[in-house]
């Protein structure tokens, strides 16, 4: 690539830049110059992201322009910079860049849909976030990269260098800064990789509503060709991974798709896992994709073996993995579908309130899909077991850039054209909240789902939940009866009925903020308390 093409597009006038390297020649860069990174015994390149082991929501903002203001979701999750701090931010990242002796650019694209995909470039000084956004987009043919011209969107990953936390609007050294109408993203003070996967997705979070294409935080699999197509909603925690990647399914994606007037397609071209207590008993789907080209970031190895001990969380418990989707067995390429049969959202309720499973009107997934709950256990001090709720909007909050119910609308509309059934499946507990009750059986997660996708479960008799109001089956193959309905799991009644008249509570609590820009259909839709 020209030195001088960056320079006039960007102002960088480094010379020695590397485009597109092969993952073999970006293994030989980062052992040679970036400290912590080595070979582990699979054969993946091991690399530490620094301070940051995770993302800094908090230090990540969106530049307010004219074109886009009155189209954000202003608040906690878009928090806005102005034009000025934002050229300060960039140009201390160029600044940075220029000092370096090496480059490394990756042109890839967002988007397996060529109707809707979009270039992405992304110019930075380690080798391990090349090899990161090599694994993560799809990666352009030699014909591709040879006419890939100018991009749709750059990214200047500047994280070794620190954001100067005197400008304004900066809350600490670490700035993730997002210009729409610039097609640009200026990371500073963080190495952490999944910064930039995040940073593309946040685009598309707002591009593709704009063409009435639906961007989605689920994970995707078919049955056939094109056909028995499934979208899995669900928060950290809820099985998403575990129930979408299925060995007798064709795996579409494991993170972000949009959905389209044809069909379904995955945003990424790889997939970036958790690796905490990975193993190949549990996770087999996962565990053989880490060999050589894969990424493994802030893992704990033996130094002589080289061996990882995949349940260490000395680090941080956010240890990952990111490889090509082409490494899982099972996946479909190119990563297209057709229109989903059904939508799942998975939720994992610590209170012991929710039935396994339960079929939801289009209203209902509306008001489930913008609530995006999940409850875990609170804390870490001994004697509180008391489940803490959480609800994260359209289950990516952090992601969104239109306001939640902009979403939930193309949800339910596309749902209503194409004929799509909508399910909660709870993989949390029964017989009692947790400390209590214990953990819904995987054995009958699993049949649940196969009962969803064989449409046996579409048949069955139903009764209406008395709190929540969605339509509980009264039968599913290879599950116990008494299973399906939560109050007969409880030996207590009346303490079923105070958990969950106070989870009812909590939901009302929390779409309260949502409430003046739903609908009332979508309003009268939620738990109602007795």
Known sequence: MSALLLNDSYGITVENLL???TPARLYEEALK?????????????????????????????????????????????????????????????????????????????????????????IICARAYH????????????????????????????AGQFPANPHTAAMTSDASVDLNFEAGEMVILGT??????????????????????????????????????????????????????SDPNRKLIGDDEHCWTDDGVF???????????????????????????????ENVVYDP??????????????????????????????????????????????????LPPVSQLTPAQAMYHFISGYTAKVAGTEVGVTEPEATFSACFGAAFLVWPPTKYAEMLADKMRKHNAKAWLVNTGWTGGAYGTG????????????????????????????????????????????????PQM???????FEKTAQKLVGLFQSNFAKYADQASDEIVNSGPVLK
């Open 438 to 485: 214990e953990r819904i059986s995987l054995k009958h997660t699993r049949a649940i789902i196969d009962a969803i996708h064989s449409g046996e479960l579409a048949g069955v008799e139903t009764q209406n939940d008395p709190y929540f109001g969605v339509a509980v089956p009264t039968t599913c193959p290879n599950v116990p009866t008494e299973v399906l309905t």
């Open 33 to 121: 110059h970036e400290k912590g990174t080595a070979i582990s015994e699979q054969g993946a390149l091991m690399a530490f992201s620094g301070e940051k082991t995770g993302r800094t929501p908090k230090d990540k903002r969106v530049v307010r322009n004219p074109e886009s203001q009155d189209d954000i979701w202003w608040g906690d999750i878009n928090i806005p910079l102005e034009p000025e701090v934002w050229q300060i931010n960039r140009q201390r990242a160029v600044d940075f860049l220029n000092t370096q002796e090496r480059l490394y650019v990756f042109d890839g694209y967002a988007g397996w849909d060529d109707n809707y995909s979009i270039k992405v470039r």
């Open 191 to 244: 190495q952490y990789a999944g910064e930039m996967k995040k940073g593309i997705f946040t685009l598309m979070h707002y591009l593709m509503p704009k063409q009435d294409v639906l961007s989605m935080h689920c994970s995707c699999n078919e049955g056939g060709d094109n056909t028995d197509v499934s979208l899995f909603f669900g928060l950290s925690g809820t099985g998403k991974t575990t129930l979408s």
């Open 266 to 296: 995955n945003i990424e071209g790889g997939c970036y896992a958790k690796t905490i207590d990975l193993s190949a008993k549990a996770e087999p789907l996962i565990y053989e994709t880490i060999g050589f080209g894969s990424v493994l």
């Open 130 to 157: 090349a090899l990161f956004m090599h694994n993560m987009l799809r990666r352009p043919t030699a014909e591709e990269l040879e006419t890939f011209g100018e991009p749709d969107f750059t990214i200047l990953n």
């Open 19 to 21: 485009r597109n390297a």
């Open 489 to 495: 799991t409880w030996a207590n009644q009346d303490d």
């Open 304 to 353: 002589e073996t080289r061996a990882i001990d995949f349940s260490d969380d000395s680090i941080t418990k956010n240890t990952r993995t990111a490889y090509p989707i082409t490494k899982v067995r099972n996946a479909k390429i190119p990563c297209v579908t057709g229109h989903p049969d059904n939508i799942i959202l998975l939720t994992c309720d610590a209170f012991g309130v």
